[in-house]
């Protein structure tokens, strides 16, 4: 790798590096599609034909954007649509004002004391808005139709915020359309939002919180934040103000207070104001809302027992213990179903706490809302949709005044949406941060918490937590960010040929799979290994070995437990396989043990490599030995075979209670780190592509090490392919005895002088 290619790596710059999301075509078949649209008959909701969740609410589909993984039909462009000017350059997001003849009108009972020819003048205007409100609305950005969903549009057209109403940013239209994706998907208790500081989320959130709150009828609102009074605040400073701010037409009349401190309640709804109705109420109307919003103290049974339409959770990621958001999330999550039927939504988004402060939750709870992992059912693990949307897109003072980023630094300065002129991109600035912290290492953690352009750098921990270098693992896995994954790691599970146990091992590419490989040898180096008094024993030992740390109970009470992990590692070696090389992850609790540990066994034989096993939990040393492959377990290193116990000669393995081993195995982690990961030189990085081993190291505590499954599988991988380093020395006695010789011929022995 040459200087330029290592810049660009640094800068994270890679191909779809900067695309939120792509397009997808020839999803659904040209005739289907035409003549759906033609009866505008596609339901809103997820198409399991189509695999597709449709977001449209006038019957028709569009274009179909991924966003995270995530599949969502849009509307079908029209033809013409609302445009500010003519010329490209002058079409932008503009908000308009509400009519001054409007703006007088405070309630729906002064609308209907209003003339009816004042009221047929104005009922146009009301229905469109309600429609926008609706089915959301399409604008000309730059000579592109862009559309923006119903909430996305109640934002930006009636949302009065901080700094007056909101600016329209290409970020932001994309988390709506992922929101309004999670609240279309029947199988989405909502989204779970990983953001950089000052992203406009609370006011976003704020906005849905209103939005939904004066639509619907019998519903109850909920707000959660990290502290009670960060919710209390967000409802009075925010929530209300944006209710009370409403056109009347929008607007319910409120029961109590104008300014609440607990609650806001609307009794009376705002009826869509149409031709039909406009001079007449019924009762049905005046009275049947019942809506609440409302928020709670932070605690694990927030909300508990209680049903929500929508629950607005800001700034999970910054819980601090005790208080725990896996916990209350489990808890909140059985507010938003009734049995098997999703009835809420939940709009969840943070930054995220240093690990060590809460931030170890918020990350579990995040990658559990991988939307690629999903259980029979259809649903996450958690329920929820993961999304992240980098720094460069959101960053303030980068935003153009079509609302989107600018990245890089342009040759010539380009107006931003706050009217000042953009003079270097986002990326460049922040670069120009990180250089500027690079010495002061917690500063810079922080930084990247709070300005993530990686996932990695959102859930960056302290760095006084390790015991490693972490300036190195850092630099690895922001590398690893730096690459396309899919060039270089294979997800997949390993099978018996046919069936057949105990014959060939195949490697099966799967994305669901529970081994991520970087390298698998050549077909002759496969499979190998050979029979010795009837036991079977590896043929590719001089290439590599496996180090795992097992578990012996199938399941735990509440579906906890650590994972059984499993590394494979090579050593240096003259055949056609990487040298000093991690090629295998696995870090996974299937549901039984004898699955794992027939998981790990089939990878022992497909590579054809020893594997060490800590023998504190001996079943997966027993199922080696019982299916014959006692050959494939290690011996520990640190001990003569004269030396080892009755059970080590049996089964092998290593202890992982001996403090030696313990130190022993730090110092194999330590010194790789030091050896082959993060920047080797000006021009050369490390090649450990498995972030998720990386991260584990970052957090490693030798005093505890009860959590580190990686952690502690990896290094047994590098022990046992440095194996030499551990052989105990002989003793040699200092004490020099002389015997006596003598020489026996004759028939007397005579003493040798």
Not at 49 to 63: E, F, L, P
Request: proline share 3%.
């Amino acid at each position: 790798m040459d200087l330029i290619e290592l810049t660009q790596n640094k800068d994270l710059q890679k191909e779809g590096q900067n695309s939120l999301f792509t397009l997808l075509h020839d999803v659904i078949p040209k005739n289907v599609l035409t003549s759906k649209n033609k009866a505008k008959s596609w339901a809103y909701g997820y198409s399991e034909k189509y695999d597709v969740v449709v977001i449209s609410k006038d019957g028709t589909v569009g274009d179909i954007v991924v966003i995270q993984g995530f599949r969502i039909a849009l509307p079908k462009t029209p033809k013409e649509c609302l445009q500010r000017h003519k010329t490209n350059s002058e079409q932008y997001w503009e908000r308009k004002e509400l009519p001054k003849a409007l703006a007088k009108i405070q309630s729906i009972f002064q609308w209907n004391d209003k003339a009816t020819e004042f009221k047929n003048q104005w009922v146009d205007y009301i229905e469109g808005e309600f429609d926008r409100r609706e089915y959301g609305m399409w604008f000309k950005s730059n000579g592109v139709h862009t559309y923006i969903t119903g909430a996305h549009y109640m934002y930006l057209q009636w949302t009065s915020i901080d700094v007056g109403y909101p600016d329209f940013r290409e970020a932001n239209r994309l988390l709506f359309l992922f929101w309004e994706g999670c609240k279309a998907d029947k199988r989405s208790f909502g989204m779970d939002y990983l953001k950089i500081r000052r992203s406009g989320f609370s006011f976003m959130s704020s906005s849905e919180c209103v939005n939904t709150g004066t639509l619907a009828k019998d519903a109850r609102i909920g707000i959660l934040s990290k502290t009670g009074s960060d919710s209390k605040k967000m409802f009075t400073d925010k929530v209300v103000p944006i209710a009370n701010r409403l056109p009347f037409f929008f607007k319910p009349i409120q029961d109590g207070m104008d300014k609440p401190k607990t609650e806001l309640a609307f009794r009376i709804p705002a009826s869509k104001i149409t031709k039909k109705n406009m001079f007449d109420s019924t009762d049905d109307e005046l009275y049947g809302l019942d809506t609440t919003i409302d928020w709670k103290n932070t605690d694990d049974n927030s909300y508990d027992g209680e049903k929500l339409l929508l629950l607005v959770h800001d700034e999970s990621g910054k819980w601090i213990k005790p208080n725990n958001i896996l916990n209350n999330w489990r808890v909140t999550k059985t507010c938003l179903r009734l049995g098997s039927k999703i009835i809420g939504k939940c709009m969840m988004g943070s930054t995220s706490n240093a690990l060590s402060k809460g931030g170890d939750n918020f990350k579990k709870l995040y990658e559990d809302s991988d939307v690629f992992d999903r259980n029979a059912n259809g649903q996450t693990k958690s329920g929820l949709y993961s999304l992240f949307i980098p720094m460069e897109w959101n960053m303030e003072g980068f935003i153009d005044r079509f609302g989107m980023p600018v990245f890089h630094t342009p040759s010539n300065p380009v107006l931003g949406i706050d009217g000042e002129f953009i003079k270097k991109g986002a990326i460049d600035y922040w670069q120009d941060e990180v250089d500027s912290l690079k010495n002061d290492a917690d500063a810079l953690n922080e930084y990247y918490r709070q300005f993530p352009r990686t996932e990695s750098h959102a859930f960056r921990d302290e760095s006084k937590q390790s015991i490693f270098n972490l300036t190195k693992i850092y630099q690895q896995i922001d590398y690893n960010d730096s690459i396309i994954m899919d060039h270089h790691l294979t997800r997949g599970n390993f099978s018996w040929k046919n069936g057949a146990q105990d014959t060939e091992v195949m490697f099966n590419p799967d994305i669901r799979g529970r081994f991520y490989i970087s390298w698998t040898p050549e077909k002759n180096l496969q499979n190998r290994n050979e029979t010795r008094n009837g036991i079977k024993f590896p043929s590719n030992k001089h290439i590599g070995a496996f180090g795992c740390d097992s578990y012996d109970i199938s399941g735990v009470v509440g579906g906890g437990g650590s994972n059984g992990a499993l590394h494979g590692k090579t050593m240096f070696t003259m055949e056609n396989a990487p040298s000093n090389e991690f090629f295998l992850e696995y870090i996974a609790r299937p549901q039984t043990a004898e699955i794992f540990f027939e998981d790990v066994l089939k990878a022992c034989v497909f590579y054809g490599m020893p594997i060490l096993i800590e023998n504190n939990k001996p079943r997966l040393l027993y199922h080696f030995k019982n299916r014959g492959y006692r050959g494939f377990c290690m011996n520990r290193p640190d001990k003569h075979y004269t030396k080892l116990s009755k059970t080590e000669k049996e089964l092998g393995g290593i202890p992982n209670s001996s403090e030696s081993v313990k130190q022993a195995h730090a110092s194999a982690i330590e010194s790789y780190i030091e050896e082959h990961i993060g920047f080797k030189s000006e021009q050369e990085v490390g090649d450990c592509v498995f972030s998720r081993t990386l991260e584990d190291w970052a957090k490693f505590d030798i005093s505890n090490r009860t959590n580190f499954d990686a952690s502690i599988s990896s290094g047994l991988a590098i022990m046992a392919t440095q194996k030499h380093l551990y052989i105990p020395q002989k003793i040699v006695s200092k004490i020099k005895v002389n015997f006596a010789r003598y020489s026996n011929k004759g028939t007397n022995s005579e003493i040798i002088r």
